[in-house]
């Protein structure tokens, strides 16, 4: 059973460190990978998919690394502000065990707060 | 481009009541998602539908929930009666097609709370 875990729960940083979110899963026979950002009383905002065949994504000061094989993802965000504290799930696409299709399961997230 | 729509935004009801919520997705998607989002957790898919078709609804508990999405575009959920345990966000969240590497956009929610 497919199942994705990120640590920490929660982060506290000032602001311009770097910091790096994880994301493990169980099963590495997955499609693709997703970050997303949800800041509070909103939906989700899709930051960067990885799919399968790739090892990593950079948008802007974001760069989100896989590797597949140990099961891990990283979110690596470079010079952090305030305006970064949200709530960062990731999720993978895998397929559904004895059923056709893909399924699209989350972790709980990492709730960052950047303080000025 | 308009992203995904869904009302009301936020809704109180006392349990055993019935609640409904609408999602617009973004023009042209022809697949649809409800998600529900308890607090502290990531969202677990409701119910996908590829166009009007139901694709997944394996996790829906059917015996309170429902959900069309007739002529394949705007789609409702509806809880008939509602529990304590189905205070929640609901997300509706559409994508292109189902094919493996799209990209899937969510919604606000709907926040529920039952009473």
């Known amino acids: 059973k497919q199942e994705v875990t990120q640590i920490p729960a929660a982060l506290s940083v000032p602001e311009g460190e770097n910091l790096v979110l994880n994301c493990s899963f169980t099963?590495?026979?997955?499609?693709?990978l997703q970050w997303f950002r949800q800041d509070p009383g909103k939906g989700l905002t899709s930051l960067l998919l990885?799919?399968?065949?790739?090892r990593e994504q950079t948008s802007g000061r974001l760069n989100a690394s896989l590797d597949k094989s140990s099961g891990r993802s990283t979110l690596y965000i470079a010079a952090s502000q305030p305006g970064d504290s949200a709530t960062y799930l990731c999720?993978?696409?895998?397929?559904?065990?004895?059923?056709?299709?893909?399924?699209?399961?989350f972790g709980k997230g990492t709730t960052l707060s950047v303080s000025s | 481009e308009a992203g995904v729509a869904q009302s009301p935004r936020y809704k109180i009801i006392e349990k055993r009541q019935s609640v409904a919520f609408w999602c617009n997705p973004i023009s042209g998607h022809a697949t649809l998602y409800w998600y529900q989002q308890i607090l502290g957790q990531g969202p677990k898919l409701l119910i996908q539908f590829q166009n009007n078709g139901v694709v997944d609804d394996s996790q829906l508990p059917k015996d309170r929930f429902s959900a069309e999405r007739l002529k394949g575009v705007d789609s409702t959920l509806k809880i008939q009666p509602a529990k304590l345990e189905d205070s929640a966000v609901y997300l509706c969240?559409?994508?292109?097609?189902?094919?493996?590497?799209?990209?899937?956009?969510f919604g606000e929610g709907s926040w529920l709370t039952v009473v």
């Open positions: 099963d590495s026979a997955i499609y693709n």
């Open positions: 999720a993978v696409r895998y397929n559904k065990p004895n059923q056709a299709g893909t399924a699209l399961i």
């Open positions: 990885i799919q399968s065949s790739q």
């Open positions: 969240a559409s994508s292109a097609s189902s094919r493996v590497g799209n990209t899937i956009y």
